[in-house]
């Protein structure tokens, strides 16, 4: 994989992304406008693990879209009953530097990954955020003097309770109000804001727009690959993602082997069901904090070089589902099974069924292991029954579709838009 690939493969990622933006704002606002509880945790909390809204609600909704000609595109969520307390330290008289009292470091952190097929890095970018109801009233749309004056001013700051005394830069200038922001999810939609607090001054825009400009690489500051890095925002992501995947693990693990636990946890990309993990509990305990990190990570299998040996090392979906009436062999092992016989099952099958043999049809047809003659039967077979899906399992035949036309020069239009 040369350096030129991965850029034009990222660049053409964040042009599909600029071809769907009406889809990835609503579906960025909706994703909040499904979260009812109350408290500015529980609501965070509510977004990353809850069912039907939140991270559940964009795999559902968005990824299918945003994935396609050879990537796979996953929300995940992990939520600690527990909070990364700091120290901001002001720069002082003489150069010396004074503490503020001890605060939070964020309470929800955006992990953007763009990953070869062997799940190394190509891109990454972060956004760490303070969570508030609403926009305070007064001469900063925060209140608490310390958080806003680690976020606005503070050159550095020093851990409290994960490092305890370590001490870390943060970002200046136009990188800070990439890396540290406000969110406010009290009122629909939820908002987010950029740097300084003071009143008048930073930029207040919807959620759906900052999921849009995260996926384009217009916010989210970037995170070097290498995890033994030097630079202040590096060490700071990269010390997040260690303090998670120890939670997670009950161990200490290295820096690299810390985001491939945590990655694990929600291997099978293209296999939506698994896309939270708790730590310390399923119930938030009154007046109790928390932090979160959701990941968003974008799999691309047309970058990266194939181990010696091997053929396909794609994320597999594991698939134990009972086969309807009619279907052979009681389970259905999608692996080994011929196109011609996914096909009959396929208008057999129930929704979850339909949408496992779709997922396995259209990563056959990103890896070229059809034939002319199945490709020919899948085209014809899918239109005739997608109006019969359900909306979600439609889009997905839909993209197959779109990918049988690119992949395999399949150029009559037998379907319409939905």
Avoid at 327 to 354: C, F, H, T, W, Y
Wanted: proline share 4%.
């Amino acid at each position: 994989m040369t350096i030129t690939m991965s850029k034009q493969r990222i660049s053409d990622f964040q042009s599909h992304a600029n071809s769907h933006v009406q889809e990835i704002r609503e579906a960025g606002d909706q994703a909040w406008h499904r979260v009812s509880v109350k408290g500015e945790v529980a609501i965070v909390r509510d977004f990353l693990i809850g069912k039907g809204r939140g991270t559940d609600y964009l795999n559902r909704n968005l990824a299918h879209l945003l994935g396609g000609n050879g990537r796979v595109v996953k929300f995940a969520s992990i939520f600690l009953h527990q909070m990364p307390y700091v120290i901001g330290l002001r720069k002082a008289d003489r150069g010396k530097q004074t503490k503020l009292s001890r605060c939070e470091l964020g309470d929800l952190q955006t992990l953007f990954l763009y990953l070869d097929q062997n799940k190394s890095i190509c891109q990454a970018r972060s956004v760490i955020f303070q969570a508030k109801l609403k926009p305070h009233t007064g001469s900063h749309v925060i209140d608490h003097p310390q958080q806003r004056e680690l976020y606005d001013t503070c050159p550095s700051f020093q851990y409290e309770s994960i490092l305890k005394g370590e001490k870390r830069g943060l970002p200046s200038d136009r990188f800070r109000e990439r890396a540290l922001q406000y969110i406010f999810v009290g009122n629909r939609p939820v908002q987010v804001r950029t740097i300084p607090s003071d009143m008048g001054q930073g930029a207040t825009e919807n959620y759906g727009e900052h999921l849009l400009r995260l996926l384009n690489d217009s916010t989210g500051l970037d995170v070097p690959p290498d995890q033994s890095t030097d630079n202040i925002w590096g060490r700071i992501v990269w010390d997040m993602i260690e303090y998670v995947a120890a939670a997670v693990t009950k161990r200490t693990p290295t820096r690299k082997s810390g985001l491939d636990e945590l990655l694990k946890h929600f291997n099978h990309f293209e296999n939506h069901d698994k896309f939270a993990i708790t730590v310390g509990g399923r119930r938030l305990g009154k007046n109790k904090g928390g932090f979160g990190l959701q990941f968003i990570i974008v799999w691309d299998s047309e970058l990266g070089e194939k181990p010696p040996g091997k053929t396909n090392i794609q994320p597999k979906i594991e698939v134990t589902q009972t086969i309807e009436p009619g279907m052979p062999g009681g389970k259905l092992d999608l692996e080994s099974a011929n196109i011609r016989d996914m096909l009959a099952d396929l208008e057999l099958a129930r929704a979850q069924v339909q949408t496992e043999i779709l997922f396995e049809l259209d990563r056959r047809v990103r890896y070229r292991s059809v034939s002319e003659e199945e490709a020919h039967a899948i085209y014809k077979v899918l239109p005739r029954i997608c109006s019969s899906l359900p909306n979600k399992t439609a889009s997905i035949a839909y993209q197959l579709l779109r990918n049988l036309e690119s992949k395999m020069a399949l150029t009559q239009k037998v379907y319409v838009g939905y």
